[in-house]
């Protein structure tokens, strides 16, 4: 069969995500997998002034120029830009990452009686901090959710509330890294050899995710201790400014979104991976599974996280790092003091997050949307 029949005969997909594709691994590494599939992708998002590797993603990638960065009226501009689009082009499954592009995608879905997939990367109605937007975010999933037939999240938590509350069946895909990430870094980043790096990445070092204390801790460590921000967030500015206000800018480095591997040359050299989710803040923090966890353990350094169910799950079945109740930074201090003093145990987790990252793939995870994908309804 001529490879142009082909090309045509293949089934079209439609991924839509308002977060930045260029940072976003969950949906390239789907999108990867649509297309090992066979599926004609196509990415749909937001424009950004970050360019990273785009011509070597093996999709088609459509981003919209938005005048807005953030708040309602970009939500706004966003939706109808997308709308529009998905209402003009050909396709054969509608994929929506979290419902902050779901309407569009669900209107489009029953006005061309077309596929719909819903992938929620996380428990969205729990994120959102203004009681009144969250009232209109829980209504259209209120509204929406029970009409779905395809469905996929992060992790089991957020599966159970899901099921109990709408009584849809989930399908668990974990945002995993690919095996061969960190023999694939190119190592042009040297950290300080004589320094303890202490690392929060990814890109949403938001409230509630103990940035602050972290920073606070930072004054009750020696000085051979470094904390690196690698990312961005919504309190990106006021923790710099926290910084500045304590005179720890020799202590606390910050450094803006970069490609993933060159992220990972940092992580790699890191002493300890912390994931502070405040998980008194809402279910959204208690029942997280942030990128981040995986990303450590995939550059072989141990966690020390709050005690978010699905993050302690895996630090005590695995045994790569400590859980810690207490965010006082002057005990967070205390913890990692008492980590550096125990070599054999921390060694110990850091052999062990090789073990770890042999489960916690992406070639075992995409397993599981493979299997999904082919009972789309």
């Not at 890294?177 to 890109?203: F, H, R």
Request: glycine share 4%; net charge positive; with cysteine.
């Amino acid at each position: 069969m001529p490879i142009k029949l082909l090309f045509i005969l293949r089934k079209k997909i439609i991924v839509s995500v308002i977060s930045d594709i260029v940072t976003d691994q969950r949906v390239q590494k789907e999108c990867n997998t649509l297309v090992e599939m066979g599926y004609d992708v196509c990415l749909a998002g937001r424009n950004s002034s970050r360019e990273f590797l785009l011509d070597k993603l093996p999709f088609r990638i459509i981003r919209f120029r938005n005048p807005f960065k953030r708040g309602v009226l970009m939500y706004f501009v966003f939706n109808v830009q997308l709308f529009f689009f998905l209402l003009f082009r050909n396709t054969d499954v509608l994929w929506a990452n979290d419902l902050d592009t779901m309407l569009p995608n669900f209107l489009v879905s029953r006005l061309k009686n077309k596929k719909l997939v819903y992938d929620s990367h996380e428990y969205f109605t729990a994120s959102v901090n203004k009681k009144s937007s969250r009232k209109i975010w829980a209504r259209m999933e209120k509204y929406i959710f029970p009409k779905l037939k395809n469905v996929i999240t992060v992790n089991n938590s957020i599966k159970n509330i899901y099921e109990k509350k709408y009584k849809v069946p989930v399908t668990v895909v974990r945002n995993v890294p690919y095996n061969y990430v960190i023999s694939e870094a190119s190592q042009k980043v040297i950290l300080p050899p004589d320094k303890k790096i202490l690392l929060i990445q990814g890109m949403g070092i938001n409230e509630n995710r103990g940035a602050e204390e972290a920073i606070l801790t930072m004054q009750y460590l020696p000085d051979d201790y470094i904390l690196y921000f690698i990312g961005s967030g919504t309190i990106w500015g006021r923790l710099k400014q926290l910084v500045l206000e304590l005179k720890l800018s020799e202590k606390v480095i910050f450094i803006e979104p970069l490609p993933y591997l060159e992220m990972m040359e940092y992580t790699r050299q890191s002493f300890l991976g912390l994931i502070f989710e405040k998980i008194d803040a809402s279910e959204e923090h208690l029942f997280a599974l942030p990128n981040k966890f995986f990303d450590y353990v995939h550059a072989g350094i141990p966690v020390l996280s709050s005690e978010a169910v699905e993050i302690k799950l895996l630090i005590d079945q695995y045994h790569v790092g400590d859980t810690i109740g207490n965010f006082d930074p002057s005990e967070i201090a205390k913890k990692i003091l008492e980590i550096s003093k125990n070599k054999n145990v921390y060694d110990l987790w850091k052999q062990n997050t090789a073990e770890a990252s042999e489960d916690l793939n992406w070639e075992n995870e995409e397993k599981s949307l493979i299997n999904f994908m082919q009972n789309v309804s």
